[in-house]
Nanobody, 125 residues
């Protein structure tokens, strides 16, 4: 079965850091791009950061550029999202999902699948 398991969320003060992990099973990272998305109550799901390990290509939303870093470990079949300088507006449930192919060709959430339950990030002011 194809699964993505996100973890690493928690409560942190503004300016703090968290590292999220996304463990993939049922496929390998070099076969599919992976995206991190977030959603808070009343808001649309937002693409945060994306990675194609086969292309060594990454993408960041403007809202997180310079603060978040995405990386992939093919040996562990895991994608990480290092989040620094966190702000209260980063509070959301964070999900990882699988893209339509190995290349990073889209960042729209409708093109991604295998959504897990996500992990909650809360940033206090």
């Amino acid at each position: 079965d194809v699964q993505l398991q996100a973890s690493g969320g928690g409560l942190v003060q503004a300016g703090g850091s968290l590292r999220l992990s996304c463990v993939a099973s049922g496929f390998t990272l070099d076969e599919y791009a992976i995206g991190w998305f977030r959603q808070s109550p009343g808001k649309e799901r937002e693409g945060v950061s994306f990675i194609s390990t086969s292309e060594d290509n990454t993408y960041y939303a403007d809202s997180v550029k310079g603060r978040f870093t995405i990386s992939g470990d093919n040996d562990k079949n895991t994608v990480y999202l290092q989040m620094n300088s966190l702000k209260p507006e980063d509070t959301a449930r964070y999900y990882c999902a699988r893209g339509p192919g190995a290349k990073l060709i889209t960042t729209h959430y409708l093109e991604f699948d295998s959504w897990g339950r996500g992990t909650l990030v809360t940033v206090s002011s």
